[in-house]
């Protein structure tokens, strides 16, 4: 197929660092400029790196590729941050399955360093979610843990947290996948013959969804594409909506202060949309101070219009999507043809209610939360249970100090403890 003028600037890049600003086409652009790197320039694949945020999209390119190239296999390195850096510890380190801390006994510690530190929300499935992505953000951006202003607890509680739950990691020799992140980078920086064989190893290294990158992840990059700096990132500032997960946004922002000889290659046709859908965007997206200034344009014909619906309530607005889709059907658009994006995976369950009620078939790829799992409605099914007359001695202690009572639950501690003794 033919390409226009910046995917094939893109493509045809040579040596030295590069930066694509993208909307659209970013696989495209990549996996083409991958078989341009072998054919072309003769560079064999296994010294080729491909990094992405997901398995998914690290699988999608490499078939992607496979077919493009007319192989069943092309010995290209594809996968994700944590799983490239999975796979030099692992050879540095002789690492196994066995030394990465699962969720489930993440979460175990995490609620127990939570009840030991008198937390009252020791119990919560929210809050220890909650602590553990900030712990994440510790450890993801480098800082220490003085450094750290928790926002959902006091800085004293959440760094006895941190520093217990670090204790009771280290404790049973184990990482979280954080930890990968930050122990591949001190690999590196202690090491320096290691770090040579991989930066060997892999000369041309393209990172895709760029904007999402975070300070520690974008460090390591760093390293392994030195000295020759062949290095190839892809991404679109104006989709960086990752921050509270630890990205960083203004590392694509400040690409060329750190290489100020790298190449721009803004990919500014959208092959997706009609014009008017990408001039809505375009003004949308304006009034987002810190972005890179592009005039993205639409690369098909159409003139579907967008529709912005205003709704007092979530009940008011999925009613009106539930019956917008059923017209559209029976206008003759088929349900596989509709699509209903969500900004987070608690909002799609109301809609779905609707879309049974109107005998509308459904799917969808992400699990969604089951409000009955949730520990509030666990709690008030317990209490149903006891009121109704339930004897079950696990119903009884699930709910003993719900709501918490927080001095009688710390008497209790003590008292086991005395007893123990």
């Known amino acids: ?41 003769e560079v064999r694949p296994e010294e080729i790196l491909v990094v992405t945020f997901t398995r998914f999209a690290a699988a999608e390119m490499k078939s992607r590729l496979c077919s493009l190239m007319g192989k069943s296999n092309v010995p290209v390195t594809a996968g994700t941050f944590h799983g490239i850096y999975y796979g030099i510890l692992k050879w540095a380190y002789r690492l196994g399955p066995d030394n990465i801390l699962s969720e489930e006994e993440k979460y175990r ?18 809050f220890l979610h909650d602590i553990a992505e900030e712990i994440g953000l510790v450890k993801n951006n480098g800082l220490k843990i003085g450094q750290f202003v928790s926002k959902k607890c006091r800085q004293d509680t959440f760094r006895e947290l941190y520093e217990k739950y670090e204790a009771q990691r280290k404790a049973v020799r184990k990482l979280d996948f954080d930890d990968m992140l930050v122990l591949c980078k001190d690999l590196f920086v202690s090491h320096p013959d290691v770090l040579k064989q991989w930066q060997t190893k892999f000369k041309y290294i393209l990172v895709d969804e760029f904007q999402d990158i975070n300070l520690i992840q974008w460090k390591i990059m760093c390293m392994l594409a030195a000295p020759e700096n062949n290095l190839f990132v892809v991404g679109d500032d104006d989709q960086s909506i990752y921050r509270f997960r630890g990205s960083k946004p203004e590392i694509m922002l400040g690409f060329q202060k750190i290489y100020p000889q790298a190449k721009i290659v803004n990919l500014e046709v959208n092959y997706r949309c009609e014009p008017p859908i ?6 949308l997206i304006a009034h987002n101070e810190e972005r890179f200034p592009k005039k993205i344009r639409a690369g098909k014909a159409g003139k579907q219009k ?53 005998n509308l078939a459904f799917q969808t790829k992400d699990r969604i939360p089951d409000i009955y799992e949730h520990w509030i409605a666990r709690d008030f099914f317990t209490y149903i249970r ?36």
């Open 278 to 283: 990408v001039e809505a965007a375009m003004r």
């Open 109 to 126: 510690i995490l609620r127990r360093v939570s009840e030991d530190c008198g937390t009252e929300a020791a119990e919560e499935e929210d």
């Open 306 to 358: 967008v529709r912005f619906q205003y709704f007092e309530d979530c009940y008011k607005e999925n009613a009106f999507l539930a019956e917008d889709i059923r017209q559209t059907v029976q206008n003759g658009v088929p349900l596989s043809e509709i699509a209903v994006l969500f900004r987070t995976n608690m909002q799609p369950r109301a809609l779905m209610e609707y879309m049974v009620f109107a």
């Open 1 to 41: 197929m033919g390409f226009n003028k910046a995917q094939n600037e893109a493509i045809m890049h040579g040596k030295g660092p590069c930066q694509v600003l993208a909307g659209s086409g970013k696989t495209l652009t990549i996996v083409n400029r991958i078989k341009y790197l072998i054919e072309r320039y």
């Open 386 to 421: 006891i009121a109704q007359g339930s004897d079950s001695r696990a119903d009884f202690l699930s709910i003993m100090n719900r709501p918490k009572r927080c001095a009688l639950s710390r008497w209790c501690r003590r008292g086991r403890s005395t007893a123990s003794r």
